[in-house]
């Protein structure tokens, strides 16, 4: 568990050479990022649906094919499966691939390649084929964009063993991220919250701050919003609206959504004895109830309340408007606080 | 801002190359997607070509009257770094707006 700035970070204690923090949207900093972990390791590789000459659907690959070459940035067909098999036996081989599934929906092709094969290559080899592959995969909802397109799996692959999976919520949190996931020798799903894809932030690419764990983005003392991706700057924005009524709310990044940091959570609700989980992946199942299972497990005597879910319905994600009504809204949180503050024990 | 180059697209029916006819913007246009940009002219028929983005006209390829071969580069865009991908839209940055409003009695037992 750490604290990372949430404000401008200040160049200020990191010694007089260390470079300036840079502004950057989600977008440049993953860029920024993913052509660091190609220069620093040669065996690693880019490839997905339009990720070499066009520079990818969202940008994140601009320019790295004409950088580093179509041998290690590469187009691919559109076959999911083909896209994480060839993943497989690139890792077995001893690469580093980095590919991307173009949206979240298209992963469903591959869940076959990621379950049977990518999250327990390791275990069945007794560790003698890990499998170090950083799937990025644009996620959740929030661009208005058709069916398929807005899906949050976070649950379906924290389900599986052998992977971990990691959300940024902001530009900073981003490139550390990726750099750290495209380095690791495990399997990482990289979900990244398309909808902040061009929101701009600081990046001090010298200062990583510590990258294991949950984050506390904001301090507060009467209740701990726990949320990650897009949903933490949601959070931010309605704790900022409790203080007005005089509700302190601390706002808890989550990160790391597999292995979930456990002690975190329980430190902070530990302290603030309210707790409310926000994720825009439908309410059954969903990742929420594991962190209302494990909050309660760790804070049971100490919990005022029983921890609330704001989440996503249980229908197929809408395209279209319906979707401000179906992810979490700035009205829905604030609902969900006013339930656990209005609780009473019988 | 990023660059990018738009190619004259494959037309169809084996057509390789087309005419300029004429330019239905300039260098320097500020253009919206779906734009008429050019009218070109193949063997089978003329046509306009809508604009595949948004974007500032940087440069257009080719003057009234030369050919250009399928593939080859017809016009390129100046693009703002926060333009949506090629699927869906950028998210509006609103001032937060509420409607619920919070009450608690706060007993810190």
Known sequence: MSETLSGPLSPAGNGAAAPAPLTLSMQGALNRALGEVLEDNPKALIFGEDVGRLGGVFRITDGLQARFGAERVFDTPLAESGILGMSVGLAMAGFHPIPEVQFDGFAYPAVNQIVSQIGRMNYRSRGALPMPIALRVPSFGGIRAPELHGESLESLFVHVPGLKVVSPADPHQAYHLLRLAGSMPDPVIFMEPKARYWQKGPVDPADAGALEGARIVRSGRHLTLIAWGAMVSRCLQVADLAAEDGIEVEVLDLRWLSPIDADGLAESVSRTRRAVVVHEAPRSSGLGAEIAALVTERCFNTLKAPVERVTGFDVPYPSGDLEDEYIPNIDRILFGIQRVLEHRRG | ?109
Do not use: C, Y
Not at chain 2, 41 to 62: D, F, I, R, Y
């Open chain 2, 1 to 109: 801002m990023a660059e990018l180059s738009f190619p004259l697209p494959d037309l169809g029916e084996g057509l390789i190359e087309a005419t300029i006819l004429e330019w239905l913007v300039a260098e320097g246009d500020q253009v919206e997607r779906n734009q008429p940009l050019v009218e070109v002219e193949t063997t089978k028929s003329a046509v306009e070509l809508p604009s595949p983005q948004a974007g500032t006209v940087v440069k257009v390829h080719g003057d009234a009257g030369s050919m250009i071969a399928v593939g080859d580069p017809l016009i390129v865009f100046e693009v703002p770094d926060d333009t949506a991908g090629i699927v869906g839209t950028v998210p509006a940055e609103k001032p937060p707006a509420r409607r619920v409003r919070l009450s608690a009695v706060l007993d810190d037992d």
